[in-house]
């Protein structure tokens, strides 16, 4: 199995990026897809999550409003579009996929993780 994260960058305070999940090796359609991220010297946290066809989908609260994750199961990647990015975004962005249907944001239940991609936001 393998994630493959691209799209990040640098960009200035209320920029926008598009991040991009390839993924292979797995039944792509039944995971539910996630993004978590993690800033330098902090733990990895949770920033949004979406179901198997699309159908629903979860945001951590700071990023409601300005990111937007969507799926294309025909072409087995997931995406992340960053809008209104800010300082605090700066993170290495990860996607992750998990079998299980529990709580979108426990980490633990994500089993198949990317490598990341590094968004750096500048004020």
């Known amino acids: 199995v393998q994630l493959v994260e691209s799209g990040g960058g640098s960009v200035q305070t209320g920029g926008s990026l598009r991040l991009s999940c390839a993924a292979s090796?797995?039944?792509?359609?039944?995971?539910?897809m996630g993004w978590f991220r993690q800033a330098p010297g902090k733990e990895r946290e949770s920033v949004a999550a979406?179901?198997?066809?699309?159908?629903?989908?979860y945001y951590v609260d700071v990023v409601k409003g300005r990111f937007t994750i969507s799926r294309d199961n025909a072409r087995n990647t997931v995406y992340l579009q960053m809008n209104s990015l800010k300082p605090e975004d700066t993170a290495v962005y990860y996607c992750a996929a998990t079998a299980s249907f529990d709580d979108w944001y426990k980490e633990t239940d994500y089993r198949y993780w990317g490598q990341g991609t590094r968004v750096t936001v500048s004020s």
């Open positions: 979406i179901s198997t066809r699309g159908q629903n989908t």
């Open positions: 090796g797995l039944a792509f359609s039944i995971y539910r």
